[in-house]
């Protein structure tokens, strides 16, 4: 494979010499064209890069040692919302844009936090404004314990269609479902089927897993008391999902 991701585990722990140590040790390996040290880092502790001098110019080295080798080494973040985008952030982002470090940024849509289009807006607008390419903007993971975080697929494409035209095409992210099956990223969009009514959308990802159909499913709360009370039973799940499956041309499904 030509792309790593440095991650799980996060870049702004590292020790400077030993991101170095790693940079370096992976632009050795013939077949890395592409990597990315992925950190949280700059959106919650920017000063870092303003006062931790060793650990800028130690990705400093591996980017510039990446571009004499003909190698992409970026920088990808995690804003969530405007808010997290002061005068420090600003300043440090700077530093690392003076040094021709492209810096990309992944979001979550989470509700109550980033879910209108206004503050999407807003976002994007100020991501670009500091230099940061507005990349990726995630639908919330199916995860236990979290319902009250995520939005619908109906919110996602509705912010998506907002934001787009509001700044740069270039500078316009995203807006992706990754529904559990491994599928991998789909545009928020591209749904074969979406029963909005019950929550159900279907989608298929040919060239990853050709035939096979990926179901995501919006938080229950945010449906009608009558599509509430639907999902209430089993068998009524199992019909609705059959019939969602059946509408996007598939047979079959895959779950986690
Ligand atoms: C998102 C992701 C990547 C990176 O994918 P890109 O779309 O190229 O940014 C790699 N591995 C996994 C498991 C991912 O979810």
Not at 34 to 49: S, V, Y
Not at 144 to 160: F, H, K
């Amino acid at each position: 494979m030509e792309d790593v991701v440095i991650s799980g585990g996060d870049t702004y722990q590292l020790p400077a010499k030993n991101l170095r140590l790693i940079g370096d040790a992976l632009l050795d390996i013939p077949h890395i064209k592409r990597m990315r040290f992925a950190t949280k880092g700059p959106a919650i502790m920017p000063m870092k890069i303003l006062t931790d001098h060793d650990w800028v110019d130690a990705l400093t080295h591996v980017v510039e040692r990446g571009r004499t080798l003909g190698k992409d080494v970026v920088l990808h973040t995690h804003f969530n919302s405007p808010n997290e985008i002061t005068w420090i952030t600003e300043n440090a982002i700077r530093v690392l844009f003076e040094r021709g470090i492209v810096v990309r940024n992944q979001s979550v849509l989470i509700r109550g936090v980033n879910d209108t289009p206004e503050v999407m807006q807003l976002l994007t607008q100020r991501l670009s404004y500091i230099n940061v390419h507005p990349y990726y903007v995630y639908m919330h993971d199916m995860v236990r314990g979290v319902e009250d975080l995520r939005t619908t697929v109906q919110t996602a494409c509705d912010i998506e269609k907002f934001v787009r035209g509001s700044t740069a095409g270039f500078n316009t992210p995203l807006f992706i479902c990754d529904a559990p099956g491994g599928g991998g990223k789909r545009d928020v969009h591209s749904y074969e089927y979406y029963d909005r009514e019950n929550g159900i959308a279907v989608y298929s990802a040919p060239s990853v897993k050709p035939g096979q159909f990926f179901m995501y499913f919006d938080p229950i709360d945010q449906l009608s008391p009558a599509a509430q009370h639907r999902w209430e039973s089993p068998l009524v799940q199992e019909e609705m999902i059959a019939e969602a499956l059946a509408r996007a041309g598939g047979k079959s499904y895959v779950v986690a």
